[in-house]
């Protein structure tokens, strides 16, 4: 089996900084594209940024310019570097990997249990 386990979540004022982590464990061979949504209350969850196993990334319209997101294959790891916070950025953060290749097949479509994020203004 695969477990996502996000970390890096808090408070912080409008204007700060959060470097988001989520780290994939179990006997893990590789994992193609992963990506970070987020779920605010009373919102449906939405895509925030993916990148592929290659490093090709993509971003939601509002956090251009201010979210980075990165991995670390050999650790199987995926990075959410946030700057600029807004408060509109306030929400629950969840990791998703899409396809993981594992010692006894493939597991598609694996989420963490969410890091919340809170940005004052």
């Known amino acids: 089996q695969v477990r996502l386990v996000e970390s890096g979540g808090g408070l912080v004022e409008a204007g700060g900084s959060l470097r988001l982590s989520c780290a994939a464990s179990?006997?893990?061979?590789?994992?193609?594209?992963m990506a970070w949504y987020r779920q605010a209350p009373g919102v449906h969850r939405e895509l925030v940024a993916t990148?592929?196993?290659?490093?090709?990334?993509n971003y939601r319209d509002s956090v251009k310019g201010r979210f980075t997101i990165s991995r670390d294959n050999a650790k199987n790891t995926v990075y959410l570097q946030m700057n600029s916070l807004k408060p509109e950025d306030t929400a629950l953060y969840y990791c998703?990997?899409?396809?993981?290749?594992?010692?006894?097949?493939?597991?598609?479509?694996?989420w963490g249990q969410g890091t919340q994020v809170t940005v004052s203004s």
């Open positions: 990148i592929s196993r290659g490093s090709s990334t």
């Open positions: 179990g006997i893990i061979f590789s994992i193609d594209t």
């Open positions: 998703n990997a899409d396809r993981v290749r594992t010692m006894t097949g493939f597991v598609f479509d694996s």
